[in-house]
């Protein structure tokens, strides 16, 4: 089945500089968008920047000029580069991906939405 697998989150200074990673596997044959969320206590997930399969790259207005979002189709990975960071941007961060194929090996191929499991940010000095 189709799985994502995050990584590159925990503790940073204020100003520091943070890298996530979010891999895909499984059947999978066709990707088109892919996107990182923030979560924060209390609050509703909220989209932090979106890349679409052509490259074209979107960002919370937060959050613009400082991360940089991009993405490997050949390793199926979407990155979130975190640069100057703040006390702000604490949360869990969670990946996503609109992926053609299989989400289960019985199941038919068709288009979903998946999300990572969510790697914690904490920005604090």
């Known amino acids: 089945q189709v799985t994502l697998v995050e990584s590159g989150g925990g503790l940073m200074q204020p100003g520091g500089s943070l890298r996530l990673s979010c891999a895909a596997s499984?059947?999978?044959?066709?990707?088109?968008?892919m996107g990182w969320y923030r979560q924060t206590p209390g609050n509703a997930r909220e989209k932090v920047a979106g890349?679409?399969?052509?490259?074209?790259?979107n960002y919370a207005d937060s959050v613009k000029g400082r991360f940089t979002i991009s993405r490997d189709n050949i390793k199926k990975t979407v990155y979130l580069q975190m640069d100057s960071l703040k006390p702000e941007d604490t949360g869990v961060y969670y990946c996503?991906?609109?992926?053609?194929?299989?989400?289960?090996?019985?199941?038919?191929?068709?288009?979903?939405?998946?999300w990572g499991q969510g790697t914690q940010v904490t920005v604090s000095s």
């Open positions: 499984g059947t999978i044959f066709v990707i088109d968008t």
């Open positions: 996503t991906q609109n992926i053609y194929g299989r989400s289960q090996a019985t199941s038919p191929v068709g288009w979903n939405d998946y």
């Open positions: 890349i679409t399969s052509g490259g074209a790259a």
